[in-house]
């Protein structure tokens, strides 16, 4: 398939840094879904039908972000030797991390 990057915002190799395809993005939903699905599977008892499709919504979101950051800085930072690949992965962690708590943030108003 075909691998947009970020950096040169050109169509480039499967495989480059900071590059994002259609079916690694419907990957990155579907994985970062089914987590969230199973997150809160263990707590459906202590949260409305409502409040579980929304965290189920804010916690697919926010993995995601984590991953899309994860292409976003590669390309921009780690590629440029700016940042090594552990930075790179603990700045992806912390965006997916913000967006869960921002869920959670949004479940308890």
């Given amino acids: 398939g075909r691998v947009w990057i970020f950096a040169t915002s050109r169509v480039g190799k499967r495989g480059s840094q900071g590059g994002v395809s259609w079916p690694g993005s419907l990957a990155t939903l579907a994985g970062a879904g089914l987590v969230s699905l199973a997150a809160v599977f263990l ?19 926010a993995g995601a972000a984590g991953a899309f950051a994860d292409s976003f800085l590669g390309a921009y930072l780690e590629d440029k030797g ?6 790179v992965n603990l700045a992806c962690t912390a965006v997916g991390a913000w967006g869960g708590l921002l869920a959670a943030g949004l479940l308890m108003t």
């Fill in 43 to 61: 707590v459906r008892e202590m949260l409305t039908t409502g409040e579980m499709m929304l965290a189920l919504l804010c916690g697919t979101l």
């Fill in 82 to 87: 700016i940042l090594g690949n552990e930075e």
